[in-house]
């Protein structure tokens, strides 16, 4: 079995920064598309920031040129690196990984970090 476990959320000031991370363990043998998503209240989740196996990114319109997402594939670690936050980029952040595993091919997301900008 394969978990995602996510850590780096809290609460920061607008035009702060913060820096996500999300760890992958159990028998992987090759991680593919990672990506961040978040859900705000009352809202539907949606992708933030995807990163494929070879390293090619994808973010949504309202995160460009604020969020950086980076991987490093020894460590099975996805990255999201968040400046110039705005209070609309308040919600829970959720990490999602595909994977090769000892089973086959599978999907997880993470337990969800809480982001909150506000003054």
């Known amino acids: 079995q394969v978990q995602l476990v996510e850590s780096g959320g809290g609460l920061v000031q607008p035009g702060g920064s913060l820096r996500l991370s999300c760890a992958a363990s159990g028998s992987i043998f090759r991680l593919g598309f990672m990506g961040w998503y978040r859900q705000a209240p009352g809202k539907q989740r949606e992708l933030v920031a995807g990163i494929t196996g070879s390293g090619s990114t994808n973010y949504a319109d309202s995160v460009k040129g604020r969020f950086t997402i980076s991987r490093d594939n020894a460590k099975n670690t996805v990255y999201l690196q968040m400046n110039s936050l705005k209070p609309e980029d308040t919600a829970v952040y959720y990490c999602?990984?595909?994977?090769?595993?000892?089973?086959?091919?599978?999907?997880?997301w993470g337990q969800g970090t809480q982001v909150t900008v506000s003054s």
């Open positions: 999602n990984a595909r994977y090769t595993y000892s089973e086959g091919r599978g999907g997880s």
